[in-house]
């Protein structure tokens, strides 16, 4: 009896550990509270928000019992394994919660759960594109296919983009669109580094903000860090002259600036050939770019259907401004 | 007999890089096993882009003595730089809805003009830097680089998608053995807006 026996419990531990593999099908059994889950998880609100075509956001993080964050390098802090981020979206109701997490083997699992009738179910690797929701611009929402998720959050050096030194900083921009303000128990960066949630964070990166020479420049550089940073940064070879959007302790104002204004852009618009014109939000491809929804012409290239017009204001008069606030970065 | 043909010759001189490579020593188990899987996959590479119609549109086309054919000395560079294209053609009538330049490599329809791309390992203009990582998510998404604009027809996409990684590979590793063509292609120009000159 005792090689069936064995055999059996093989069986078991292989089935459970396919099972480990797989994400769960309801979002409850992912641990999130405001599913129904057990977890406990803190909240967080990044001071300058990725536009999800108005979509209202909450966001949650868990981290194993007596792990931390190790932010070592202030642009590419360390998640432990079991780490679990999720994000939800909502047009009034909730609509979608995307789930981020850090599997044993440091590899990093994206799901996203699709909520119907109060309950988020997995929703298909390949998403649901076009999916009714009322609520949602033009009535139609898309649930992003695990490849678009990939295609987002791994052109950076860390796959986890709204927590960050800039992201949670206390000295948050009171100019930023859509940021939303903490709520009740969210943490920012001081608290997280007082529960011991976030170690090694090297002292300056406490007070972090975004480099820049006015209080437009910051708003304008912020939303292009948030926006376009994650797949435009200095490890990304996705144009084929450097276009650095994002910033980080090693990279300021001074750099985008230098890869933005009067740069030829490999992208060919009627009346725009530079990927910034000081002065000319109009010949900017930038700014062409953004307006666009055109499926081939349009930044960011997926996940919105809709142009910012907020953010297309601010960017616009970003633009605009004297030469003298725009180009010359200072610290203040 | 020497093999006069250009890939044949690709793939003596990476043979011959191979086994002369110091990074595996020859007294190594495994060294001539590695040495050998590589030129299997190579090979398949070959293999799989001269019958699934890689050249058909990457390599641009000239008039032979039967026609049309593919200009094997311009192999898989991609739509000319030289032949400048800054505006969609009048769209034909119904039920027509695609055009092509001779050459193959331009092509025009309701998504605006795509230009096929660069697919030699030069630096600057093909695919010199990228790294399988990168050619593997842009054939997945259907995105330049995995995660830029959308990857336009006539590019099978929705078909080659389903290549296995092993192939997706063996056709990355037979792409790095082509003779490198300096060929900037330009990027699509979106319909109904032609460029100002």
């Known amino acids: 009896m005792a090689a069936p026996l064995t055999i059996l419990s093989l069986c078991c531990l292989l089935l459970s550990a396919a099972a480990a593999d797989e994400a769960p099908a309801s979002l409850r059994d992912t641990g999130l509270p405001?599913?129904?889950?057990?977890?406990?998880?803190?909240?967080?609100?990044?001071?300058?928000?990725?536009?999800?075509?108005?979509?209202?956001?909450?966001?949650?993080?868990?981290?194993?019992?007596?792990?931390?964050?190790?932010?070592?390098?202030?642009?590419?802090?360390?998640?432990?394994?079991?780490?679990?981020?999720?994000?939800?979206?909502?047009?009034?109701?909730?609509?979608?919660?995307?789930?981020?997490?850090?599997?044993?083997?440091?590899?990093?699992?994206?799901?996203?759960?699709?909520?119907?009738?109060?309950?988020?179910?997995?929703?298909?690797?390949a998403g649901l594109r076009g999916w009714p929701v009322a609520a949602a611009p033009g009535g139609r929402y898309d649930v992003p296919s695990q490849d678009d998720?990939?295609?987002?959050?791994?052109?950076?050096?860390?796959?986890?983009?709204?927590?960050?030194?800039?992201?949670?900083?206390?000295?948050?921009?009171?100019?930023?669109?859509?940021?939303?303000?903490?709520?009740?128990?969210?943490?920012?960066?001081?608290?997280?580094?007082?529960?011991?949630?976030v170690v090694n964070l090297p002292t300056a990166a406490l007070g972090a903000r975004i480099d820049a020479a006015s209080a437009t420049s910051r708003a304008a550089l912020g939303y292009l860090h948030a926006n376009c940073g994650h797949c435009h940064n200095e490890r990304s070879s996705v144009t084929d002259r450097p276009l650095v959007l994002a910033q980080g302790a090693r990279t300021g104002a001074q750099r985008v600036l230098e890869t933005l204004d009067g740069?030829?852009?490999?992208?060919?618009?009627?009346?725009?050939?530079?990927?910034?014109?000081p002065g000319n939000p109009d010949a900017s491809v930038l700014i062409r770019r953004m307006r666009s929804r055109h499926p081939v012409a349009q930044m960011p290239p997926l996940g919105t259907r809709q142009a910012d017009q907020a953010g297309l204001a601010l960017l616009e008069a970003w633009v605009s401004l004297d030469p003298d606030y725009r180009e010359v970065a200072h610290h203040d | 007999m020497t093999d006069s043909h250009p890939i044949g010759r690709c793939l003596v001189a990476l043979a011959l890089a191979l086994m002369a490579a110091p990074a595996v020593a020859d007294d190594e188990p495994g060294a001539n096993e590695l040495t050998v899987a590589m030129l299997k996959s190579?090979?398949?590479?070959?293999?799989?882009?001269?019958?699934?119609?890689?050249?058909?549109?990457?390599t641009p086309f000239h008039d032979g003595p039967a026609g049309p054919e593919p200009d094997m000395s311009r192999m898989l560079s991609g739509h000319p730089e030289s032949l400048s294209v800054s505006e969609a053609p009048t769209a034909p009538p119904a039920p027509w809805g695609m055009m092509a330049t001779y050459t193959s490599t331009a092509w025009a329809?309701?998504?605006?003009?795509?230009?096929?791309?660069n697919l030699t390992p030069d630096e600057d203009t093909g695919l010199g830097k990228w790294t399988f990582a990168e050619f593997r998510d842009t054939i997945r998404s259907g995105r330049h680089l995995g995660r830029g604009r959308l990857i336009l027809?006539?590019?099978?996409?929705?078909?080659?998608?389903?290549?296995?990684?092993?192939?997706?590979?063996?056709?990355?590793?037979?792409?790095?053995?082509i003779p490198p063509v300096r060929n900037r292609v330009p990027d699509p120009l979106i319909p109904g807006e032609p460029l100002a000159d």
């Open chain 2, 153 to 177: 027809p006539p590019m099978p996409i929705a078909m080659y998608k389903n290549f296995t990684d092993e192939d997706l590979e063996a056709i990355y590793r037979y792409l790095r053995t």
């Open chain 1, 149 to 197: 998720c990939r295609a987002c959050h791994e052109g950076a050096a860390v796959p986890v983009l709204g927590l960050s030194a800039l992201q949670l900083s206390p000295l948050r921009d009171s100019l930023a669109p859509h940021a939303e303000l903490p709520g009740p128990g969210d943490l920012d960066l001081v608290g997280l580094v007082g529960r011991g949630l």
């Open chain 2, 109 to 117: 329809g309701p998504w605006g003009v795509s230009f096929t791309a």
């Open chain 2, 42 to 58: 190579v090979e398949r590479g070959r293999y799989i882009v001269t019958t699934s119609g890689c050249n058909d549109c990457h």
């Open chain 1, 34 to 125: 405001a599913a129904g889950g057990r977890l406990i998880v803190v909240g967080f609100a990044p001071q300058y928000p990725l536009w999800s075509d108005g979509a209202t956001k909450r966001r949650w993080l868990y981290l194993p019992p007596g792990t931390a964050i190790d932010a070592s390098d202030p642009d590419a802090w360390v998640f432990p394994p079991g780490t679990k981020l999720w994000k939800e979206f909502a047009h009034g109701d909730p609509v979608e919660t995307r789930l981020i997490e850090r599997l044993a083997d440091g590899s990093w699992r994206y799901v996203a759960y699709a909520w119907e009738d109060g309950e988020a179910r997995l929703a298909p690797a």
């Open chain 1, 263 to 277: 740069v030829p852009s490999e992208f060919r618009l009627p009346g725009a050939g530079l990927r910034l014109v």
